[in-house]
C-alpha cells in the first residue's frame, strides 16, 4: 500500500478556497487516489477520487500532479460545516476495497 | 432506513460480557467492512467481507468474531474484552468489481468496555 503525507492541520476563512495538499511518492500507477472527510462524531464520507485526470464534483475538485506523486483536494468556497479530518488514500482499483487510513488533516474554518 | 446502519450507537460493557455489534446495508452492495477508531488514532480495517466471504482479517484478535449471514448484514461478536477495546466501531459497504468504489460508513458504535 502507498504511504501518504499530509499536513496535521490547516486553517481556512469561511468562503475562501482550501487547498489540502497529500503527496503519494509510492504510489503505483494502478492506485486510484480516493479522498474522504470525517466530520465530529460521525463515520468517514466520501469526496471524490482519480487516478490521472483533474476530477471535480459537487463536493470538490481534486487536482492530480502529472507524475501522480501529490494531489490536491481544491474545496472552493469553505464553509463551517467543511471543517473534519480530511484523508488521502491511495488504493488498488483490483483490490477488495479495503481503505488504510493516515492520521489525515484536520481542516478549521473560521468564520 | 437509508444507507447504512449500526446498532446499537452506545455500547457498555464489562470484560466477562458477552455483546453483538449489528450493521446493516440498505444499498444493494457486495462488500461489508468493520473498522476501529481508537481516540487520538487512525481507523484501523478489522475486517472485509466479500460476496458473504471473509476476504482480510487484519490480524484482530479472536475475542472478536465477525459474522455475515448475507450481503446487507454484518455482525461483529465481542466477548471477554479489554478496556483498550473502547473504541468507535464502523462499519461500511461497498460495490468492489467495478473499478474505482465508494465506500458508505454507518455512524458507528461508541464502546466502552470497563
Known amino acids: 500500500d502507498a504511504k501518504t503525507t499530509q499536513p496535521n492541520s490547516m486553517e481556512s476563512n469561511e468562503e475562501e478556497p482550501v487547498h489540502l495538499p497529500c503527496n503519494h511518492s509510492?504510489?503505483?500507477?494502478?492506485?486510484?487516489i480516493h479522498w474522504y472527510r470525517q466530520l465530529p462524531s460521525q463515520g468517514p464520507e466520501y469526496v471524490i477520487h482519480?487516478?490521472?485526470s483533474n476530477v471535480n464534483n459537487r463536493m470538490a475538485s481534486l487536482a492530480i500532479a502529472e507524475d501522480r506523486k501529490s494531489s490536491t483536494l481544491i474545496l472552493h468556497r469553505a464553509t463551517l460545516r467543511d471543517a473534519a479530518v480530511y484523508y488521502c488514500?491511495?488504493?488498488?482499483?483490483?483490490?477488495?476495497?479495503?481503505?488504510?487510513f493516515g492520521q489525515g488533516t484536520t481542516l478549521q474554518v473560521k468564520p | 432506513e437509508t444507507g447504512v446502519t449500526q446498532t446499537p450507537r452506545h455500547l457498555v460493557m464489562g470484560m466477562t460480557n458477552k455483546k453483538s455489534l449489528k450493521c446493516e446495508q440498505h444499498?444493494?452492495?457486495?462488500?461489508m467492512y468493520w473498522y476501529k477508531q481508537s481516540a487520538k488514532k487512525p481507523l484501523e480495517l478489522m475486517f472485509v467481507?466479500?460476496?458473504?466471504?471473509?476476504?482480510e482479517n487484519n490480524s484482530v484478535p479472536s475475542r472478536f468474531s465477525p459474522e455475515c449471514p448475507n450481503s446487507s448484514h454484518l455482525f461483529l461478536h465481542l466477548h471477554t474484552l479489554q478496556p483498550e477495546d473502547s473504541a468507535l466501531y464502523l462499519c461500511?459497504?461497498?460495490?468492489?468489481?467495478?473499478?474505482?468504489?465508494?465506500?458508505?460508513f454507518g455512524p458507528g458504535t461508541r464502546l466502552t468496555v470497563t
Open positions: 488514500i491511495p488504493t488498488l482499483s483490483s483490490n477488495t476495497g479495503k481503505l488504510i
Open positions: 482519480g487516478l490521472t
Open positions: 467481507y466479500n460476496f458473504k466471504e471473509q476476504t
Open positions: 509510492t504510489i503505483s500507477g494502478t492506485d486510484y
Open positions: 444499498l444493494g452492495h457486495n462488500a
Open positions: 461500511a459497504s461497498s460495490q468492489v468489481g467495478t473499478g474505482a468504489y465508494e465506500q458508505y
